[in-house]
């Protein structure tokens, strides 16, 4: 299985401030995704990372206020923009690629609260 | 019609006893099909892939497809109380395509 890092694991946020979370992969994986999962539901897909261009978003989530980068294989950004108490969620960095088949695996997370 | 759907419980088991999880989907051309367990405040993890009809089992885990059917279920046998966790679904055309999740299934097992 890939090994998936993310920072920060968890951080408290003022309203109207953007924060970034950064992924990291310990092998090259061709799909990255982002997560997001609100209190008591299930995941939802943000975006898809696509390397070197610009992500794939969802139904929901525009670039304008979930930024995402990957730069190369292995490592990707999303930035929460002019952040609200309703952006208050776990974010999740997600891989899929040739070490790990077609299975998806997760970071850890990174729980943000917006005060 | 949601695309993956999953009964949200909690379903309360005995300990010792078989837990019985199940999801069913709405694409028919769904090929791969997942079963993750997230504990709280905690991330999803892998416990079983499952692409072909019939059962796959790996230790007290069984998944069982029935793509005409469109439905996935995972059994856990001889359920401990570090079970007690969601459990969750999730279903991919195949391929490099998007996994689409269900709303996961909480379980707890009682001592």
């Known amino acids: 299985s890939a090994v998936i890092s993310q920072k920060p694991s968890r951080d408290i946020c003022q309203r109207g401030t953007s924060l970034t979370i950064q992924c990291q992969v310990d092998?090259?994986?061709?799909?990255m995704f982002w997560y997001r999962q609100q209190p008591g539901q299930s995941l939802t897909l943000i975006a898809t990372?696509?390397?070197?261009?610009?992500?794939?978003?969802e139904s929901g989530f525009v670039i304008d206020k979930f930024p995402i980068s990957r730069p190369n294989l292995t490592f990707s950004t999303l930035t929460v923009s002019n952040m609200s108490p309703e952006d208050s969620s776990i974010y999740l960095c997600?891989?899929?690629?040739?070490?790990?088949?077609?299975?998806?695996?997760f970071g850890e997370g990174s729980w943000l609260t917006v005060v | 019609q949601k695309e993956v759907e999953q009964n949200s419980g909690p379903l309360s088991v005995p300990e010792g006893a078989i837990a019985s999880l199940n999801c069913t989907y709405s694409?028919?051309?769904?090929?791969?099909f997942f079963w993750y367990r997230q504990y709280s405040g905690k991330s999803p993890e892998l416990i079983m892939f499952?692409?072909?009809?019939g059962d796959k089992e790996d230790g007290r885990f069984t998944a069982q497809l029935n793509k005409a059917s469109q439905y996935v279920s995972l059994l856990i046998r001889d359920s401990q109380p570090s079970d007690s966790a969601t459990y969750l679904c999730?279903?991919?055309?195949?391929?490099?395509?998007?996994?689409?999740f269900g709303t996961g299934t909480k379980l707890q097992v009682i001592p």
């Open positions: 997600s891989a899929r690629g040739t070490r790990s088949g077609n299975t998806i695996y």
């Open positions: 092998s090259q994986v061709t799909m």
């Open positions: 990372a696509n390397q070197g261009s610009e992500a794939t978003y």
């Open positions: 694409d028919r051309g769904s090929q791969s």
């Open positions: 499952i692409y072909s009809n």
């Open positions: 999730a279903v991919t055309p195949g391929g490099y395509q998007k996994v689409t």
